[in-house]
T-cell receptor
Framework: NAGVMQNPRHLVRRRGQEARLRCSPM?????VYWYRQLPEEGLKFMVY????????ESGMPKERFSAEFPKEGPSILRIQQVVRGDSAAYFC???????????????FGEGSWLTVV | AQTVTQSQPEMSVQEAETVTLSCTYD???????LFWYKQPPSRQMILVIR??????QNATENRFSVNFQKAAKSFSLKISDSQLGDAAMYFC???????????FGAGTRLTVKP
């Protein structure tokens, strides 16, 4: 799982600013997931992407949050006009492209901690 | 959407003893994958064990084993010979075989007493 790279690891933003979190999946992985973890809580699914496609964004707040996974480059989770309630750990995970394959496991990055002051 | 339920927010076990963490899930699919992840204080998510739904045999990884009851939609994790390093949050997860969607339970915090 060390292969999923997230940056920045820690990000501090003032209320109203924008936060951009980046995720580079493991080599050969074309599926990316974003999860949010509030303090002392479990992981909440946010969005699931393939290259250039959003597959499932049912966990994304309707406003201020967006995600993309372009053909080239990392996946980006963007939070506009951040509020204190956005303070959380944001985990990215990636998986291989073939559904149903044996060992079909997602691998996590080390997380990005967003603090809104 | 599938849901995953972990009914034990906290559990504790004496070092060297055995503990079982519960997990149930709700799905209408017949093929899927189940996982247990461990999150130590470092907050990194570490895969502990996985189970394919089409396999009847319970998965085992050293001191970790599962009791997979497909009809009951239950997937418990047994940790044998508990060690201090096992102390962590444990998350049960379900992954669809159709769309690769993956959902997590709320977690169980395991404390290991020396």
């Amino acid at each position: 799982n060390a292969g999923v790279m997230q940056n920045p690891r820690h990000l501090v933003r003032r209320r109203g600013q924008e936060a951009r979190l980046r995720c580079s999946p493991m080599k050969g992985h074309s599926h990316v997931y974003w999860y949010r973890q509030l303090p002392e809580e479990g992981l909440k699914f946010m969005v699931y992407l393939q290259k250039e496609n959003i597959i499932d964004e049912s966990g994304m707040p309707k406003e201020r949050f967006s995600a993309e996974f372009p053909k080239e480059g990392p996946s980006i989770l963007r939070i506009q006009q951040v509020v204190r309630g956005d303070s959380a750990a944001y985990f990215c995970a990636s998986s291989p492209p073939v559904p149903g394959s044996i060992g079909n496991t997602i691998y996590f990055g080390e997380g990005s901690w967003l603090t809104v002051v | 959407a599938q849901t995953v339920t972990q009914s034990q927010p906290e559990m504790s076990v004496q070092e060297a003893e055995t503990v079982t963490l519960s997990c149930t899930y709700d799905t209408s699919e017949s093929d899927y994958y189940l996982f247990w992840y461990k999150q130590p204080p470092s907050r990194q998510m570490i895969l502990v064990i996985r189970q394919e739904a089409y396999k009847q045999q319970n998965a085992t990884e050293n001191r970790f084993s599962v009791n997979f009851q497909k009809a009951a939609k239950s997937f418990s994790l047994k940790i044998s010979d508990s060690q201090l390093g096992d102390a962590a949050m444990y998350f049960c997860a379900y992954r669809s075989d159709i769309n690769n969607d993956m959902r997590f339970g709320a977690g169980t915090r395991l404390t290991v007493k020396p």
